[in-house]
């Protein structure tokens, strides 16, 4: 797999690549999206619950803090499967499953402050829950009753983005209103993050969105979660190069983190947040992870790969690491560990209630809130509508 | 059956008349142009191993291999947009967008070089490529897999746009869109793909670019093409108990349009009612009430009225029967129509 000193590391004070030259062979070779990225990938925690150093990554962590990431993953691989679970009993059209992926999510989540703004894709629930969303004010989307009904400024956490790539830009946007409000540059600054797939970074969207990030020099935090799968085609078939490296190509750093070790992503995305605050942005962060269940509910992974591969990745399950930690380092005990299952049960059992409990939404609801000003036109559409509607309730049929 | 003779040979022959999904007629109808022309690939993403999310390419990178079978990187601008290379280098590729939604970073390349280089190019260039585009709703999607953005393209100068509706079609036009030297856009009914019905392969039913009466009737004239077929033969069948006869046409092919058979029924009928799923505003349904008012004045005895998705973006799937023309909503304007 690459070898150590075929990549300079891309840290923070990365000098451009003047290494030994490979042969072509070695280059091809050695570009392959999918390795594991050697010595370039930030480990703290490893998947035998062992604590690492890292020479530029290294982070102070608490038994309490422990405690609390390792409470966030529970709880959200719970909600998750709950979710899953709804699908399969008829009562969400669809599910889009964040398995394997709590430590990507719960430790860059966990990096950011009140005043930072999240863009998410999809599959980003556990971004939402750091945000102070509800897990249930994330069914609507997938039983059809909303398209998200959390407010965006309140929780600065902008709507669900389904169109592979949109939002990147949006956020290279936002990030350049933040640098022009001032708000760059101190300790105190705002940084913004933008989470999306390593099937994305093939969209012209987000390509444009590293130009522009770089350009105006925005605080911008690009988190690529890099589940090797995008639906059905590895990350082969996105680029030869391991994505992180592409950062240096727009003139920014990438860092490739163990996406399944919720230390090294928060070490990892805190310092590249706090980067960004100074002035410093934008930064490409990949987390290295894994899709452990199928794309969606209406999806199935035996069609294109191997289950072998997911049996290899469950031995580097995000969640159980930091248990074996915990436990090792004597931060907690049985009684902790009890009540965070019971925890993540209650919160099961609400999102049950709430699900099957969701009202359908009034028919007139599909011409609500399609403009700011509102539009004469579609409004004589409404009213006929609602009349023809009316009809139906007085049994004219 | 007619009785074996020495000049009718009947034996390997495999069933010319088959049962089928939409789904499944148009696999085999892409897997009949693979093997009639090396020339023809197929290109988007998941469409190799996989086979497509909706299965339609399935079993074809087996069968052809990964360099006429392509699983793209996931970018529906580099999919148009290489497509339009390779076919100007003499492929004929057929490209999948996953879902009609996700069309428009492809947007850009469909408009400014498959739709234009013809012209550029005083002829020199052929863009001989199909978009393949599952479209419309009433599958309980979320966002943006339930549109039906055929309008815009049919808006498009140099493009050619139809709309299969049933399995025969789907083999067939699937087919003669490949074989067409004109970029044509070609759009699935998707919810429609696992609906039924016999095609004969031995022949196909008519020319690409035609519409077709498939019921004939004296009161009404319904217009529609794609997933709004069904609906329309389900309400003429429900009026006809009710002793109303409603002639049904799907119109196959958007662009160009061919009302001829519109026209002719209209006359007989005087009264038209075009039935999409489509928002209605500047659109293919407002073209052709234009094009009737235009060519049928004198005869018809009602205005022409439409019954279509309303003019929002396509909401929440608990709401989509709402949004979308259903029997009561085609029956009602019928009534309207015939009440005028
Ligand atoms: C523009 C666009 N094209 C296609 C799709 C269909 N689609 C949904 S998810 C997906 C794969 C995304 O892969 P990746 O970016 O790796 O994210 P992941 O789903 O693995 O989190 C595709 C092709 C889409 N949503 N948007
Ligand atoms: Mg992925």
């Known amino acids: 797999m690459s070898s150590p000193e075929k990549w300079t590391h891309p840290g923070p004070d990365a000098a451009p690549a003047t290494a030994a030259k490979p042969t072509a062979e070695q280059v091809i070779a050695g570009l392959r999206a999918t390795d594991e990225g050697g010595a370039d990938l930030v480990q703290l925690l490893t998947p035998e619950g062992e604590r690492v150093q890292h020479p530029d990554f290294d982070i102070d962590i608490t038994g309490e803090e422990l405690r609390g990431l390792y409470r966030d993953m529970v709880l959200v691989r719970r909600v998750d499967r709950e979710a899953n679970a709804l699908q399969r009993k008829g009562e969400l059209g669809i599910w889009v499953p964040l398995l394997g992926q709590e430590a990507a999510q719960i430790g860059a989540g966990r990096a950011l402050r009140p005043q930072d703004m999240a863009f998410p894709s999809y599959r980003e629930h556990g971004i939402a829950w750091t945000r102070g969303v509800k897990p249930t004010e994330l069914l609507g989307i997938f039983r059809g009753t909303d398209n998200g009904t959390w407010d965006p400024v309140e929780h600065r956490f902008h709507p669900y983005t389904i169109v592979i790539g949109n939002q990147v830009l949006n956020a290279a946007g936002y990030a350049m209103g933040q640098k022009f409000d001032g708000k760059v540059g101190d300790a105190d600054g705002e940084a913004t993050i933008c989470f999306f797939g390593d099937g994305a970074t093939s969209q012209g969207d987000v390509h444009e969105g590293f130009v522009w990030a770089a350009v105006y020099d925005a605080p911008l935090v690009f988190f690529c979660q890099n589940n090797q799968w995008a639906i059905s085609e590895p990350t082969e078939r996105q680029s030869r190069l391991p994505l992180y490296q592409r950062a240096r190509g727009y003139g920014f750093p990438g860092i490739r983190v163990d996406g399944n070790d919720v230390l090294a992503t928060l070490a990892v995305t805190r310092w590249a947040l706090e980067e960004c605050r100074q002035g410093n942005g934008p930064i490409l962060i990949e987390a290295f992870t894994y899709r452990m269940d199928a794309h969606t509910t209406s999806d199935d992974p035996s069609r294109y790969r191997l289950s072998d591969e997911l049996e290899l990745w469950k031995l580097k399950d995000p969640i159980e690491r930091v248990k074996v930690h915990l436990v090792k380092q004597q931060w907690a005990d049985q009684a902790f560990f009890e009540s965070v299952e019971a925890e993540a049960e209650q919160i099961a059992i609400e999102l049950r209630d709430y699900c099957v409990n969701l009202p359908d939404p009034p028919a007139g609801r599909i011409f609500s809130e399609v403009y700011a000003e509102g539009n004469p036109v579609l409004e004589a559409q409404r009213d006929e509508f609602l009349a023809y509607h009316a009809g139906f309730a007085g049994g004219e049929h | ?340």
Not at chain 2, 124 to 148: C, D, T, W
Not at chain 2, 248 to 273: F, H, K, N, Q, W
Not at chain 2, 316 to 325: A, M
Not at chain 2, 327 to 332: A, E, N, P, T, Y
């Open chain 2, 1 to 340: 059956m007619a009785a074996p003779t020495m000049d009718r040979p009947t034996s390997a022959a495999p069933a010319a008349v088959q049962t089928l999904t939409i789904a499944k007629a148009l696999n085999n109808g892409l897997r009949a142009s693979m093997e009639a022309n090396p020339k023809v690939i197929v290109m988007g993403e998941d469409v190799g191993k996989l086979g497509g999310v909706f299965r339609i390419t399935d079993g074809l990178q087996k069968d052809f291999g990964e360099q006429r079978v392509l699983d793209t990187p996931l970018a529906e601008s580099g999919i148009i947009g290489t497509a339009v290379g390779l076919a100007i280098r003499g492929y004929r590729p057929v490209c999948e967008i996953q879902f009609d939604g996700f069309i428009f970073p492809g947007f850009d390349q469909i408009v400014s070089q498959v739709a234009k280089l013809h012209f550029r190019t005083q002829g020199r260039l052929k863009v001989p490529m199909v978009i393949r585009v599952p479209f419309g709703g009433g599958i309980g999607a979320v966002e943006h897999h339930s549109e039906s953005p055929e309008s815009y393209f049919a808006h498009t100068a140099g493009l050619k746009v139809v709309a299969c509706s049933n399995p025969a079609d789907a083999y067939w036009m699937i087919q003669q869109a490949i074989d067409c030297d004109d970029p044509v856009l070609f759009f699935e009914p998707k919810r429609r793909y696992y609906e039924k019905g016999e095609v004969d392969t031995t022949a196909a039913p008519g020319p690409l670019f035609a519409s077709r009466t498939l019921r004939t009737g004296t009161d009404v004239t319904l217009v529609t093409y794609g997933p709004m077929v069904r609906t329309s033969l389900d309400a003429a069948a429900a009026a006809e108990e009710e002793g109303r006869s409603l002639e049904v046409i799907d119109l196959r092919t958007l662009s160009p349009l061919d009302l001829a058979p519109v026209y002719e029924s209209v006359r007989r009928t005087g009264r038209l009612v075009v039935v999409t799923e489509a928002p209605s505003e500047s659109s293919i349904s407002s073209e052709i009430a234009a094009k009737v008012q235009q060519e049928c004045f004198y005869s018809l005895q009602a205005p022409v009225l439409r019954v279509t998705g309303f003019d929002t973006p396509y909401p929440p799937s608990k709401l989509e029967e709402e949004f979308l023309p259903d029997l009561d909503r085609v029956l009602h304007a019928v009534d309207r129509s015939l009440a005028w």
